[in-house]
């Protein structure tokens, strides 16, 4: 069950039937729904999603080649690559027609282990991405960094996004929708130990 974020899953829909090209940048706290938001968004639509971690930049590279490999199923698989850049560019060389999602989730540990990596990105956006039938999603959880590496005019990858998304917390009025119904006295207690939940996980990640 997929509740609430109509006007969210609209704007991916709306950014995916695009003509060409588009580059969403999705954030928001922990824990608020954005990796759900994106897997219930990419569900019967062919897309690469690669989550990024704390590893270095040359495993997180090797994975993310295993990804291509495995969604575009070159006839020859024995493929390594120098570097992210490299691996993005034949990523984009061997796209067909039809629209296809590329999202990076957890995009700030990408930019904590290469601190080029937008740079990078903005470089394979200008001279390739954007003019290929590519929707590219861009998530991330810190959101002060986001902002820096995606949304400021300081950014390298500024003015390249055709939509952003701030995910926030679940509505009160959306409780309902998850549970039998039940009084509003307990909806509220239902509610509150959510919100009490994403304090403390909040907490818990500064």
Sequence with gaps: MFVNRT????????????????????????????????IHFIKQKPALYFYATELSISEQSSRFTKEIISFLKPAYTNISFDSFEQALLYFADHLGEQKVVLVFDEYQNLVKKDKAFSSVLQKVWDLTFQSKNIHLILCGSIISMMY???????????????????????????????ISPVSKEDEMNIYASFRSEEHTSELQSH
């Design 148 to 178: 820096s590496e995606t949304l400021a005019y300081s950014s390298p990858l500024y003015g390249r996004r055709t939509s952003n998304i701030h995910l926030k917390p679940m509505l009160f009025q959306h409780i309902k929708n998850f």
């Design 7 to 38: 006007q969210e899953i609209r704007t991916l829909n709306q950014e995916y039937k695009k003509k060409g090209s588009a580059f969403t940048v999705i954030y928001g706290r922990r824990r608020v729904g954005k990796t759900a938001l994106i």
